[in-house]
């Protein structure tokens, strides 16, 4: 059974940096789909930011690009975003999301794309 898990989250300063991590286990696949979501209190979900890893392409949403970076470990079958230039809107629970194959470009942000998900990790920007 292919399982998620979420690193990394805490309290950080506006302005700062932070790396989440999302690692995965009994996962079979040799190309895979992995993303960001976020949820941030009484609000919905939102996309972050996805990775192919068959090809490395990445899509991000606007409110992140150019401040978060995804990345990924082929070997370890890990994921990472980088945040940087962190904002108080940017608080929220952070959850991972995979699937096996590399999803077509423009589903990369639709959340029912994905079957498999983490508990979420928190990230907290305050001063």
């Known amino acids: 059974q292919v399982q998620l898990r979420e690193s990394g989250g805490e309290v950080v300063q506006p302005g700062a940096s932070l790396r989440i991590s999302c690692t995965t286990s009994?996962?079979?696949?040799?190309?895979?789909?992995m993303a960001w979501f976020r949820q941030a209190p009484g609000k919905e979900r939102e996309f972050v930011a996805a990775?192919?890893?068959?090809?490395?392409?990445?899509k991000y949403s606007d409110s992140v690009k150019g401040r978060f970076t995804m990345s990924r470990d082929r070997a370890k079958m890990a994921s990472y975003l980088q945040m940087n230039s962190l904002n108080p809107d940017d608080t929220a629970v952070y959850y991972c999301?995979?699937?096996?194959?590399?999803?077509?470009?423009?589903?990369?942000?639709?959340?029912?794309?994905?079957?498999?998900w983490g508990q979420g990790t928190q990230v907290t920007v305050s001063s």
């Open positions: 990775l192919r890893t068959g090809d490395g392409r990445t």
């Open positions: 999301a995979g699937r096996g194959g590399n999803l077509i470009y423009g589903s990369l942000g639709d959340s029912n794309q994905y079957g498999y």
């Open positions: 009994g996962a079979s696949s040799s190309d895979y789909t």
